[in-house]
């Protein structure tokens, strides 16, 4: 269920340990996932962790979660040129 009470647990997930692994690939995978139900914050806030999750060497995980599930337009549009599904 995507509701307020987990806007809110992404959002403090991504505030209390945006540099943690886990906790980045978690946030872009439960994201990706619900990538339609999330408001524009909440897409910022998985934006912000796939570029934290890349410069953490996280590179291939975030390409795997993108393309899992299908939004590689999506990122592509945000300006990732490092994904070599971007034009």
């Known amino acids: 269920q995507y509701d307020a009470q987990f806007q809110i647990a992404l959002e403090q997930a991504a ?35 796939i570029e934290r999750g890349i410069k953490s060497g996280q590179a291939t995980q975030m390409s795997a979660f993108i393309k899992k599930y299908q939004h590689e337009s999506v ?7 490092f994904f070599k599904f971007c034009p």
């Open 75 to 81: 990122v592509c549009m945000r300006g990732h040129p």
């Open 15 to 49: 505030r209390l340990n945006p540099w943690e692994p886990f906790i980045q690939r978690v946030i872009v995978e439960i994201g990706l996932s619900a990538w339609k139900q999330l408001s524009k914050k909440g897409q910022s806030i998985v934006f912000a962790t």
